[in-house]
């Protein structure tokens, strides 16, 4: 079913979630990596679509956002004392997901470098200094959206090893 309901996550909410995950996950291991081991393969391979992929978050994140308002009535409650924790977790995820990709648009094009989309330039190469600005805030973001992940996939967890709960199943989709 492409709806949610209150017993389970609909499929284009599952496909958008999971299609998210690996493309922050991608980017955020091979900044990672970067930093550790500078000129890895893996990073090496990754950088060169960092932006690319951004953008694509962005879409995602735009298509994600409009419909998770379209589905609000129709979502599995979230019950208990952990609610506000999850309403306000995933209202920062959400935003984080938003701020990440055009912080790293605005720093590269106030940076002079431009912006390109598969190798195509979508912003020419300026010297932006207000962008610039907004942009450093790309790499300290990262680190918070490193955070947020790791907080979501532990609190995944805890629903179902601790709590017992189908939460991780309905966005599984059994």
Known sequence: MLSDS???????????HWL???LVILQL??????IFWEGNVYSQAVVQWHTTIG???????????LWAISQLRHRPE??????????????????????????????????????????????ADADVPWAATFGQIHAPLSWFLSALVTGHI???????????????????GR
Do not use: E
């Open 78 to 123: 979230h019950r208990g004392s952990l609610q506000k924790a999850a309403i306000w977790g995933h209202a920062l995820m959400y935003l984080v997901l938003f701020l990440m990709p055009l912080s790293g648009m605005a720093f590269t094009w106030g940076s002079g470098y431009g912006v390109y989309i598969f190798d195509t330039a979508y912003w």
């Open 29 to 34: 291991t091979s900044s990672l990596f970067n």
């Open 20 to 22: 998210i995950a690996i």
């Open 55 to 65: 953008v694509g978050i962005l879409a995602l994140m735009a298509i994600r956002t």
């Open 154 to 172: 532990v609190m995944a967890g805890y629903h179902r090893l601790i709590r017992r709960d189908d939460t991780l199943q309905r966005m599984l």
């Open 6 to 16: 209150p017993s389970h996550y609909g499929s284009l909410t599952r496909c958008l």
